[in-house]
Structures are given as C-alpha cells and as structure tokens.
C-alpha cells in the first residue's frame, strides 16, 4: 500500500511510518512541522519508500494514496492551550479534508482520537459507549471537543457516504521521540529528575493515569487499521494498569537515581481525575493488549531523554 500518514513527524506519526515502512508499504509523510520534529523522521529520509510533504491539512489536499492514517493535531497540553484556534482547526477542518480525499478514492481512514474525548469522566473503567464528560468552552476543550467532533466528521462520513473509517480512542502513551518539554506527566516527571528539579504533581497527586508504552501501542493501532471494513470503532487502546502521580514519580526518582524532591501546585482547570480504559473491545476484536510493563517502557524513554537534556 501507499499510506498517506499527517502527523508523520510527530511522536506516533513517526512511529507508525517506520511500522508500516518496515513490511514493505510506501509511506507519504505530510506534516506542517507547526508541533512535529524533523529529528523523529530524519532516519526514515533515504528509504525509497519514504517521501515527505510539508502540507498544513487544514487546506486541501490531493493525492494518489491507498489509506490514510490521520495523526495530525498537537497533543501536548503545553501546545494546544497555547494555539487553541489552530488545535481545534487540525482536528475539525483536517479531518474534513482528509475524509473527502478518503471519499474519492474510495479508501479506509483511520483517526487517532484519544482518550480526552471522556473529560473527566463520571465512571471508571472508560467503556466506549461512555458519552464522556466534557467542560466544552474550558481551557482543553479546543483539544478535547476537536477530536469528539472529529469522531462525528467521521461516522457522518460513513453513514452519509459509506466511506471505510476507523476510530482509535488512544489513551496515555509514552516512549522515545517524546518531545521533553511538551508538557505531558512522563516527560515531566522524567526531565525534572533528570535535571534534579522538584518535581511537580498537579493537586494531591491521588489522581490516576493509565500509560501505554509506545511499541505497544502501534502494535494496537496496526491491529485496527489492518483490520476488516466492519471494525470501525471507536476502540480504546491502552494500558489498563492505573498509577496515582505521587506513585508514578516516586517510581521515576527512582529510576533515575535523582536527588528530587515532590513538590505540589494548584490543579489545572478540568483537569481529569482518573483515566482507565476498558480493552474488552481490542482484546476481543482485534486480539490485542499491552504486554510492556511501566519500568520496562520508562527505562527505554529515560534512555531516550537523557540524550535530549
């Protein structure tokens, strides 16, 4: 196949191309670079099979492709509160311009979506058919209501049109190429304990998250594109095993063998108290789950920070 991956210079923009160029398929990699990095797809430039476009899908675009898996909108909390206008125009107007380009040459698309489409959510696990609880005007709602419309987009797409999508809810990912600074609870605590700076947790610290290490992820995500017409989704992947923050960065002084010490501030506004998803749908319909433990996972993405300080 020829793939048409935007976001392809993004953290797993950058990790599906190398999956995908890696069986033997081509690769077009469209990205704006307005949050990917050069330094995540630079080993991927002299593969034949690999070719780069600089395009902002917020505008049109034609090609000549046989899928699309579309990653491009900033995830870091840092970027897309910063340029909210240009987060919520990726996730509605790009996916709109993606699907059309899906719809005339008759092919399957898949959508990264993410786990924020819950909020903060009421129950816990988060099934699929949980409808979420979402601040729709809050300071995350540019990312968090972009990709639930975008999900929309996609099934009108679907129903209106009978165009072949699919719908990855992705929750809490991490790994190398991450980018250190970006604002997300890993590469936080990681870069403070590297830097032997305070560490610092958001309210009590008793709040949850649940991380998926990257390999693992793309191996869920490739399950779900690869999959029959009929699998559509939205399907969670992710990593069920939830940790507290204060358990999360005793784990990464730990590691690091920092001098650190915790240090608590102000919970940000709708920030969630809990994520964990329900798997049931991956586990049974595309016979996936997470086998990367935490200490596993964040010992290859210290390694990988470590070379970025």
């Known amino acids: 196949m020829r793939i048409l991956v935007t976001g392809a210079a993004g953290f797993l923009g950058s990790h599906f191309s190398d999956k995908y160029l890696a069986q033997g398929h081509e690769i077009l990699a469209v990205d704006n670079f307005f949050t990917g990095n050069r330094k995540n797809i630079r080993h991927l430039m002299d593969n034949a099979n690999f070719e780069m476009l600089r395009h902002d899908i917020t505008q049109p675009l034609i090609v000549e492709v046989d899928a699309i898996a579309n990653f491009a909108c900033p ?3 840092i970027q897309y509160q910063k340029f909210p206008v240009q987060t919520i125009k990726t996730s509605i107007l790009g996916i709109t311009n993606m699907l059309g380009l899906a719809k005339r040459l008759n092919i399957k698309i898949m959508q990264a979506s993410t786990s924020e489409v819950y909020g903060d959510p009421a129950i816990s696990p988060q099934t699929e058919s949980y409808w979420g609880n979402v601040n729709p005007i809050g300071i995350r709602a540019c ?16 129903r209106q049109y009978g165009t072949k999508i699919k719908v990855a809810r992705i929750f809490n990912t991490y790994g190398p190429r991450m980018s250190l ?6 590469t936080n605590f990681v870069g403070q304990a590297l830097r032997n700076q305070p560490i610092t947790i958001y309210g009590d610290g008793m709040q949850t998250r649940s991380f998926c290490f990257v390999d693992d992820l793309i191996n869920g995500l490739s399950a779900l594109f690869d999959s029959s017409d009929d699998v559509t989704g939205p399907i969670n992947i992710g990593n069920p095993r939830e940790f507290t923050m204060v358990g999360l960065a005793n784990l990464v002084v730990k590691m690091t063998n920092s001098n650190s010490k915790i240090e608590f501030v102000a919970l940000p506004q709708d920030d969630p108290r809990q994520r964990k998803p329900d798997i049931s749908v991956a586990k049974s319909v595309l016979g996936w789950e997470p086998k990367v433990d935490l200490e596993s996972g964040l010992l290859k993405t210290i390694e990988y920070l470590q070379t970025q300080i």
Not at 143 to 158: L, S
Not at 181 to 186: E, I, P
């Open 143 to 158: 990312y968090d209501e972009g990709k639930r419309v975008a999900e929309t987009i996609m099934f009108d797409y679907q």
């Open 75 to 77: 995830a870091s909390p």
């Open 181 to 186: 600074d970006d604002g997300r609870v890993v």
